[in-house]
């Protein structure tokens, strides 16, 4: 494991699994009596977060605090960025009141890139801009191996047809996804309208399709991104019925699917745009699942960033 | 670990136990758990991994061969309680398997091979506390080596071995080393 977590890119294969098989120990914590491991004591986490975020935050959150680490949680609106000052004065305050991890969330692609190279601690990106939410790709990882591999210790998703659908040019979840799920050996597939793929998306690790319809039958499991209108400054399609009709995933769609795949989407949901209420709420989906899955992923996470020495080498 | 052929004189040093003797240790602390708790009733062997779990297993099948009695047995990581986390890389977690009825009014009899500081067992009983109420913890281990750091000893040893703490032991163990035996070798990077 490196020092800080920035990208998906970063991890490799035996990284991956370490985190995965981590994290499929630390799940057993969720049946216990007592939900809490000292390992953490003493270790001082800043959650750092310039967008607005309910899981994601709360999740790192419950995480850090059932590790034993005092948690600080900072969000732009009501502190000194209101007034005008910049990430690095923030991350230098920080750094002064003795953070060993900071956990950043910022709208401008880079912003943890940038952190990184300012503060002592480890650095966790949990989501910048448009570029990459790497523990987001982990969780879903970690939620694939479970329903579709039994979370067998050390197994990767070898093999697995992953489809990601919809907006992925404003997406970090997909792009952290398809570095990871790659990675693990997934063939990932991105079905989307030409106007919501990135330009560069000839260079990814994935096949690309504009026909959803064909994709389904061959796929074991289906993650539904959600349409970002907040960051959309151009009319990316004609209208969102007409999206929701060609891209959208509703009960006739997931009939397509073979009888053992899932349904993913990262949250939070349009639901009626591109996932239909029936479809997310059918035994299928996972979306419940992958934000319990979102406490126990970062635990491993933490721990393996934190747990061992200020300079965790490599680790097997 | 240890791949030589021959158990008297390995890589790792010389051996200290054979298979034979391993064996007839273990016959003899299953026997002494039996007595020692009137019959094994509400007795559950909790393994540290790596090695105390094949141990425990052991343990078990010994006494339902004795007893007709059937002893849970399990696993007990004990990673995340360490006190020297701070002093490695971050490990990676070995497996925690409890019997179906959790530990609460059991007596527990931890298993691992090798009694060394005694920090493994006090980090032990940590993780053991989080995950219920044992009517008594007792110890078992194949090996004990003295230089304890901390106030604990074993209820059941296989072999009381004094060494010098320039020197390492090592349990091999079939289940995960291929072959039976007890070594003791000089560290590496000691004259």
Known sequence: MKRHLISAADLSRADALLILDTAEELAQLADRPIKKLPTLRGRTVVNLFYEDSTRTRISFEAAAKRLSADVINFSAKGSSV????????????????????VVIRHPASGAAHRLAGWV????????????????????????IRRRLTGGRRGAGLDGLR??????????????????????????????APPTLLPLAVGSWPCAVSYDLDSELPKSDVVMMLRVQQERMSAAYFPSVREYSRRYGLDAARMARLPDHAIVMHPGPMNRGVEIAAEVADSARSTIVEQVANGVTTRMAVLYLLLGGTEFPAVTQ | MCAASSPVAGRD??????AEEIRRS??????????????????????????????????????????????????????????????????????????ADGVDGKTV???????YSGRTVRAALDALNDLG???????????????????????????????????????????????????????????
Request: glycine share 8%.
């Open chain 1, 82 to 101: 209101a007034k005008g000052e910049s990430l690095k004065d923030t991350a230098l305050t920080l750094e002064a009141m003795g953070a060993d991890a």
């Open chain 1, 120 to 143: 002592q601690g480890s650095v966790l990106n949990a989501g910048d801009g448009t570029h990459e939410h790497p523990t987001q790709a982990l969780l879903d990882a970690f939620t």
């Open chain 1, 162 to 191: 992953v489809t990601i659908v919809g907006d992925v040019l404003h997406s970090r979840v997909a792009r952290s996804n398809v570095l990871l799920l790659s990675t693990l050996g997934a063939e990932v597939t991105l079905a």
């Open chain 2, 13 to 18: 040093g010389l051996a200290v136990l054979d």
């Open chain 2, 26 to 99: 273990l016959t003899r602390i299953a026997h002494e758990i039996l007595e020692r708790t009137h019959g094994g009733d509400e007795v559950i062997l909790l393994g540290i991994p790596t090695r105390g779990v094949p141990l425990a297993c052991r343990l078990a099948a010994r006494i339902a061969e004795f007893e007709k009695l059937v002893v849970p047995c399990g696993s007990l990581d004990v990673t995340l309680h360490r006190d020297d986390l701070r002093l490695h890389p971050a490990r990676a977690l070995g497996r925690t398997e409890l019997p």
């Open chain 2, 109 to 115: 009899v931890l298993v691992d091979d090798v009694l």
């Open chain 2, 133 to 191: 109420r044992p009517r008594a913890v007792q110890l078992a281990v194949l090996v004990d080596r003295g230089h304890r750091e901390l106030p604990i000893r074993a209820d059941y040893v296989g072999k009381n071995l004094p060494t010098s703490q320039r020197e390492v032991v090592h349990v091999l163990l079939a289940e995960v080393d291929g072959q039976d035996a007890v070594m003791i070798g000089e560290k590496e990077g000691q004259p």
